[in-house]
């Protein structure tokens, strides 16, 4: 399994968290994979065999081979059905509604091909430019320069929501949103409308999830194997409140999280992220 992360041109890193590209051999017998909330919005390339996503227990479709991974608030489970060779773009949570009209919470916990959201000719094109790609640089400075039009052509969002955000990452998801308003709750009201079209998800949810993240990178860089240490760190209440949240977000608990096999791919993601 390769898995690696590239940085985005300046004038794209205030929006774009990394892009990432991601190989692994074909199996014999294929391990499903719990994805889980990161905050981020992701559009992604498929471009060798197919992925399964399942939609419950042993139901299943087959991912857009283009698409946009929209805020997710809850794990999902994923099964390569032969070869792996992925290319994504993973934006910061404000990023992408600078790219696009479609309001944000549309896109919320599915995969949304990427035609739908570009038109059907620059989308076709954006395709066949980075299946016929001779490397990854090449793929980036594709993708650059087609989010960079896009971007010319679109109003950069708000900015109590920017603002927001920023005080949620630099806190990481500590900091409540009263305090960050401080205690204005016509902004509260304000901002929750806005938060929803143009992240996808509540201020108090990507909170949560940052919170996790937090949490998430000390668990799988065995910073500590004290749980209750872990909690304190990330600002949970107690330990029992950081394993309700870990419950909510992974659908499993800490604990089980290291020894199941079925989040490799997810330990993968979130460690170094």
């Known amino acids: 399994m390769n898995y690696q992360t590239f940085q985005p041109r300046s004038d794209l890193a205030s929006l774009v968290k990394c892009y990432w590209t991601l190989e692994v051999p074909v199996q014999k017998n294929p391990q499903r994979q719990r994805i889980i909330p990161d905050g981020c919005i992701e559009m992604i390339f498929i471009l060798a065999d197919d992925v399964k996503r399942y ?11 283009e698409l946009v991974l929209g805020q997710i ?40 091909p990427v035609r739908l959201l570009f038109g059907e000719e620059p989308s076709k094109e954006l395709k066949q430019k980075i299946i016929y790609a001779t490397g990854i640089q090449e793929r980036i400075e594709i993708v650059e320069d087609f989010l960079l039009d896009k971007l010319s052509e679109k109003a950069t969002i708000d900015n109590i929501v920017k603002t927001t955000i920023d005080a949620i990452l630099l806190t990481k998801g500590s900091a409540s949103i009263n305090a960050i308003l401080k205690d204005d709750l016509s902004k509260r009201r304000q901002l929750e409308r806005k938060f929803i079209k143009q992240i996808g998800i509540s201020p108090k949810q990507l909170g949560k999830v940052i919170r996790l993240q937090t949490a998430l990178k000390m668990l799988l860089n065995r910073e500590s194997e004290n749980l ?41 993601f979130y460690k170094t992220d």
């Open 55 to 65: 939609t419950y227990e042993d139901k299943f479709i087959i991912q857009p081979r």
């Open 73 to 112: 608030t809850e794990p999902f489970f994923i099964e390569p059905t032969g070869y792996v060779n992925t290319f994504a773009v993973r934006f910061y949570p404000y990023g992408f509604a600078n790219f696009v009209t479609t309001p944000i919470q549309e896109l919320a916990n599915k995969e949304t």
């Open 228 to 268: 209750t240490n872990i909690a304190y760190q990330s600002e949970y209440y107690d330990q029992a409140h950081f394993i309700k949240d870990f419950k909510e977000f992974t659908g499993t608990t800490p604990k089980d999280f290291l020894e199941d096999d079925k989040m490799i791919l997810s330990a993968l």
